[in-house]
């Protein structure tokens, strides 16, 4: 029996010999399953988030028809726009060639110009160039009787009541979007989908290029977002979308073709709600699947009332102002995840660069670092939070910044600890030897092999940030409205928790779910990541 067991234990060692740190720690969390449970609840949550425009919305994510509303806007626009222009014009020359007045102008042109036939386009996109020259033309007194000539030509030939308009491919939700949101989307699409580009070009890549494939992985992971967003920024103007999608739904026949928006075909998201879509007949409805006991007595007459609006019921119900707690609870994610992700990577950043300096030159550079890391320990977050905002107002920019700021004492004695113990090792004392920069063998030699604790920190941390920020907005201290977070909507269930306790409910077990998965996580990569606790799974 005891050859056995030494044949096991020779067995395992042998196993895990040609293995590097992070794969031995990659082997020791898949045994667990609940944290491997914990990681996709995490990843689910994130994801979600991130795709919150095209989950829950308003507006159809495709539809092939056309949007009177949109064209009654842009030809609104482009006639006091060239209003502004005529008068710049007649009262201070020198501002006829404004860029915001000419961008204007070409933009709401070719907003309508897309919804006409195509000799009507062609000649109003004509008539946009005239106008164009026109102002920029430095005859003033012609170029302002031209332009009181086009705007009448404008008037009468392209009026939204009597023009004919076209159906075409409409992209509402993603014409919303700015550039960030773009990063993020293909941030996270590119990481869904990691397994399968991974493997292509890891087929792609020489086997002795194995090292220099991370690097690749890594560049298109960063990329291709930032390029992605960049691009979007600079071809897709922003603008606002008021348009009544819905009314086009609801529009009979008869009243189909005076309709703000008449549908071919349609896409619509998942929930079919807008952030502040305001439903006063529906107030405070619960879910038309909560327990009977749970509800408030005369609940259900509200419920039927929103379900005969919208084909759709609300999965989680509304507030009190008849707003869909669903859609508000996904898009408040983005909020409290943010911070979280966003405050733990500015203070380990900051710990990190600050410990590993400690660690590695220690002597005076050690003895001053120390001591600023007991002079920061001293600032209590939350009190310091409370003191910003009474000075600067709610914002979760701040929140953010402080937290940055003020947690990163404990990374850097982390990291500081870790370099102790490896700056005396043989591949330091190799890379000195051969003459390696000290920030090579910081950053590329002692670091990789230092961030495990640093790791499992940064986990616990992203569940201490979030519920940090719960708790200020809660206390009308976090994030202002009318942008959601889930300490918000946790703020606006206590005072409806008589009458609808379902406010409080799904934002509270939001939080807890989200603070245990970050927990269970971090305990799983603090037993993975130690050596005396492998293979006792």
Same mark, same amino acid.
């Given at each position: ?42 990843l ?17 994510l ?17 006639r ?42 062609t ?9 164009l ?12 009787e ?16 009597e ?25 996270t ?35 291709i ?60 409805a ?24 919208w ?60 001591r ?26 701040? @929140? ?8 990163? %004492?404990?990374? +850097?004695?982390?990291?500081? $600890? #870790?370099? *102790? =113990? ?13 003459g ?6 910081i ?52 005072d ?7 406010? @409080?409910?799904?934002?509270?077990f939001?939080?807890?779910? %989200?603070?245990? +998965?970050?927990?269970?996580? $971090? #305990?799983? *990569? =603090? ?11």
């Amino acid at each position: 029996m005891a050859v056995n067991s030494v044949n096991a234990v020779s067995a395992a060692t042998t196993s895990s010999q040609g293995q590097g740190q992070w794969a031995l720690i990659w082997r020791e969390f898949r045994k667990r399953r609940l944290a491997l449970f914990a990681s996709v609840v995490i990843l689910i949550l994130i994801t979600a988030s991130v795709f919150a425009p095209l989950l829950a919305n308003a507006s159809p994510l495709y539809y092939f028809g056309f949007n009177r509303f949109e064209y009654q806007e842009a030809a609104r626009t482009l006639r006091a726009t060239l209003t502004q222009v005529i008068e710049s014009r007649a009262g201070a020359p020198t501002k006829i060639d404004s860029v915001r007045f000419l961008k204007t102008i070409a933009l709401q042109v070719n907003i309508m110009a897309d919804a006409l036939p195509v000799e009507k386009a062609t000649l109003l996109r004509s008539i946009g160039q005239q106008m164009l020259a026109a102002a920029k033309s430095p005859d003033q007194s012609n170029s302002i009787e031209e332009l009181k000539r086009l705007q009448r030509e404008l008037r009468s030939g392209f009026d939204a009541k009597e023009v004919a308009l076209v159906s075409r491919t409409h992209w509402p939700v993603f014409a919303s979007l700015n550039g960030l949101d773009i990063v993020f989307l293909c941030a996270t699409s590119l990481f869904l989908l990691s397994p399968a580009w991974t493997w292509l070009l890891r087929r792609l890549l020489a086997a002795r290029q194995e090292s220099r494939s991370l690097w690749w992985l890594a560049g298109i992971q960063l990329v291709i977002p930032l390029l992605a967003g960049g691009l979007w920024w600079w071809c897709v103007p922003a603008r606002v979308d008021r348009t009544d999608y819905k009314s086009g739904v609801f529009a009979a026949d008869e009243t189909a073709a005076k309709a703000p928006v008449v549908f071919d075909s349609v896409i619509w998201p998942p929930i079919v709600y807008g952030l502040d879509e305001y439903d006063l007949a529906g107030k405070s409805a619960p879910p038309a699947w909560y327990p009977a006991a749970w509800r408030p007595a005369g609940k259900e007459a509200a419920a039927t009332a929103v379900t005969s609006r919208w084909s759709s019921q609300h999965w989680l119900g509304t507030d009190e102002s008849g707003r869909d707690v669903f859609c508000r609870l996904i898009w408040g994610g983005r909020v409290s995840l943010s911070v979280g992700l966003v405050a733990v990577a500015i203070y380990v950043s900051i710990g990190i660069v600050v410990g590993a300096l400690a660690g590695y030159f220690r002597g005076v550079c050690d003895l001053i670092i120390s001591r600023l890391i007991e002079v920061m320990i001293c600032f209590p977050t939350f009190f310091l939070i409370l003191t910003i905002v009474a000075f600067f107002g709610p914002s979760i920019t701040h @929140i953010m910044v402080i937290i940055g700021l003020t947690g990163w %004492t404990g990374i +850097a004695r982390l990291v500081r $600890g #870790e370099f *102790l =113990r490896l700056v005396d090792q043989e591949f330091v004392l190799a890379g000195r030897a051969l003459g390696y920069s000290p920030a090579r063998i910081i950053f590329r030699h002692v670091l990789p092999n230092a961030m495990a604790p640093v790791l499992v920190s940064a986990t616990f941390g992203i569940a201490g940030a979030i519920l940090t920020e719960s708790a200020l907005s809660f206390l009308g201290l976090g994030i202002s409205k009318p942008t959601p977070s889930w300490g918000g909507l946790l703020a606006d269930g206590r005072d409806a928790l008589q009458h609808a306790p379902w406010l @409080i409910h799904f934002p509270g077990f939001a939080i807890f779910l %989200t603070i245990t +998965a970050y927990n269970l996580m $971090g #305990e799983a *990569l =603090r037993d993975a990541s130690d050596p005396r606790l492998r293979g006792s799974r």
